[in-house]
């Protein structure tokens, strides 16, 4: 009988699909992907030791003076917030920073409180431009400001009161303040009440004028 001849088999068909599907799937994906990693990143919060405004009632013109330059250790002059953990180790943490330089900060506290307590409306805080020759300068040197944890806060400064250069009294201040809460925002809270202490000490021992 004779042989039957081979049929061919056909090859498979391949289908294609659209460009534009594939196109849209990809862009799918790749935006699932940033919005994976948008959604993965903490926000960053920033906080301030703010300053307080002097009572309109309560000034009087009083000599001018300029709070600062303020000098804070190189370990806490950083914008992230550090704590000291286990008396040792610092830990800092990018998600939660001051809103500006921190001798900045406490300068402007300083300055804020101590006009208030003083009742002198021309205290400023160092960098300046509104006094061309004030009566009185105050430089301060931080030796300690720092939390222990979320468990208190501590600062350690000297300062110097000087007139056209020549100083007129000097000091050291040395407190601590607990933290009302286990968070960021009471800790920067008890950094201004800290901030606070030290300018009620500076306006009990500064002379009159």
Known sequence: MPARPSVPTPAPAFVRRPAS????????????????????TPPIRHYTLGGRDVPASAVSAGPSLVVGP?????RIDRPQMVRLMDGSRLEMTDGHRWAGPLKGELAARVAATLGRERGWSRVVAAPQTSLANPDL????????????????????AVWSLRRAGQELASGRFAASEPVSGGD???????????ADALARDLAARLPAN
């Open 70 to 74: 303020v000098n804070v250790p190189e």
């Open 137 to 156: 300068s105050l430089p301060i040197d931080v030796q300690r400001f720092e939390a222990q944890g979320f468990e208190r806060v501590s600062l350690e």
């Open 184 to 194: 960021y925002a009471a800790l920067a809270e008890a950094h201004g009440r800290l």
């Open 21 to 40: 599907r594939c196109a849209a799937g990809l862009w799918a994906l790749v935006l699932s992907g940033l919005l994976a990693a948008c959604g993965g």
